[in-house]
């Protein structure tokens, strides 16, 4: 039996997928899809469609039949997370949930993100800093490459990219919460895809998922999307602790 894996065509989505290969004792082909957000690295997520444009065309394979098992970073995914006929089931154990700086950060300083999570705790962390936050996109390596240019003194990125990609880079982990679901692997299925969705629930890391849920529902329940405000972290088992922070 050969499982079809499909991913971002990124270098972080393709690893991200080779992790779910090692995981599952079965065949298993990686098929990369180009998403909206791929195909339009330099538009502001919320001017082209919020979360779901690094989603929907890897659902859209899945609905269709092409692939068997959709891997995404589940931060990516919008707030509902279910799309009709589909459902997550299984998640990966979670990676760090850090953000990180990568650069230098002194008085006056550029530094690179487009979130309005990341920006609104920035100006809060560095407020005595005069800071000039500036949009970015793009991979970690575009990212990287307009660091090095000089079109930033600093870069925000999350820490679990950083590792999976072994970047040779040194970055500090600043003391911000991070978003819903960062950090985290989710493997998506076919509601009625009974065989598949058995296989997965086998890799499922149980205190991972649960974690994701409590996070996940705080989202949906303030309707949160790519433009709110909003962070939160859970943590432990039984309790879990949840972290979050809200900026109007």
């Known amino acids: ?23 599952l004792p079965y065949d298993t082909e990686i098929i990369t899809i180009k998403t909206k957000g791929d ?11 919020g979360k779901g444009i690094f989603c929907s ?13 959709a891997v995404h970073s589940l931060k990516d995914m919008p707030g509902d997370v279910e799309t009709p006929g589909l459902v997550v089931n299984s998640v990966l154990k979670r990676n760090s949930a850090h953000d990180v700086i990568v650069g230098k950060v002194n008085f006056g300083c ?28 793009g991979n970690i ?53 009974e065989v ?10 149980k205190t991972t998922y649960a974690q994701a849920q409590l996070e996940r529902a705080l989202l949906k329940g303030i309707g949160g999307d790519c433009t709110t405000k909003v962070a939160a972290h859970a943590t432990g088992s039984n309790p879990i602790t949840l972290k979050a922070m809200y900026y109007d």
Do not use: F
Request: hydrophobic fraction near 40%.
């Open 1 to 23: 039996m050969k499982i079809r894996i499909g991913t971002r065509g990124s270098k972080l989505g393709i690893a991200y997928a080779e992790k779910v290969c090692k995981e």
């Open 39 to 49: 195909l339009n690295p330099d538009t502001p997520v919320s001017e082209i469609g």
């Open 110 to 137: 550029t530094i690179g993100t487009s979130s309005p999570r990341r920006i609104a705790q920035l100006k809060d962390l560095y407020n005595n800093l005069n800071i000039i936050i500036k949009p970015i996109r």
């Open 57 to 69: 065309a890897i659902e859209k394979e899945l609905l269709n039949g092409n692939i068997d098992i």
């Open 196 to 205: 598949i969705n058995e296989i997965v629930k086998k890799v499922n890391h």
């Open 141 to 193: 390596d575009t990212r990287l490459e307009k660091l090095d240019s000089g079109e930033y003194d600093a870069i925000v990125l999350a820490e679990a990219g950083l590792q999976t990609l072994n970047i040779n880079r040194t970055w500090i982990k600043i003391p911000i919460v991070p978003a819903i679901g960062q950090g985290i692997i989710a493997l998506q299925t076919r509601e009625d895809d």
